[in-house]
């Protein structure tokens, strides 16, 4: 599963200290950081359980938001096909 991980960093220092030995039980597909170093903004791909560790590892320094995403054809043929549902049933 994929999901969009948002954070914004409450303790820089410690944050990057711990990131440094940090080894994710998930891949970051992208990675990127807000133009004032207080935000980051991530595609990983993983399960729950994995990324709910990585974000209980870093409650003290870190908060984050965890949005489960799909690639944009599957989401879109999804919604196809359940409009296709609602429209049959009329």
Do not use: C, N
Request: cysteine-free.
């Amino acid at each position: 599963m994929k999901y969009i991980l948002v954070y914004e960093i409450k303790d820089g220092r410690t944050s990057l200290a711990r990131f440094s030995k940090w080894k994710p039980g998930f891949t970051f597909i992208h990675h990127h950081q807000s133009l004032d170093g207080r935000r980051g903004f991530a595609l990983v791909e993983g399960d729950a359980a994995a990324i709910r560790e990585a974000t209980a590892a870093y409650a003290d320094t870190i908060t984050f938001d965890a949005y489960p995403v799909v690639d944009i054809q599957d989401g879109v043929a999804a919604q196809m096909r359940a409009y296709a549902w609602v429209d049959s049933l009329k």
